[in-house]
């Protein structure tokens, strides 16, 4: 699955990127390598990230599913017992 960043957010992106190599690297990174760099990063490593999120999003889904049950349960064949809780002449 390719990885695809909309316009603004690949500018901000190589932006970062530039501004991060300008602070901590010797030589600054024009945006031709800043645009290759960025594309190896979603490439090779995107995947992994995106991956990651995925599990946890699917981890979180089903925390959400396993507490379903104690949310939304309804007991059952609770007619007779509400009739019998109630005093006797009132039914």
């Given amino acids: 699955m390719t990885i695809e960043l909309s316009k603004e957010a690949k ?13 901590n690297m010797d030589e600054p990174l024009g ?20 991956n990651k999120g995925v599990a946890d999003a699917q981890a979180k889904m089903q925390e959400r599913i396993s507490e379903l049950d104690a949310e939304v349960y309804a007991d059952e064949f609770q007619y007779w017992r509400s009739r019998d809780r109630q005093p006797k002449g009132r039914r």
């Fill in 11 to 23: 500018q901000n992106a190589l932006e970062s990127l530039q501004k991060y190599f300008e602070l």
């Fill in 31 to 50: 945006n031709l390598a800043a645009g290759s760099l960025l594309q190896f990063i979603l490439e090779e490593i995107g995947p992994s990230v995106y």
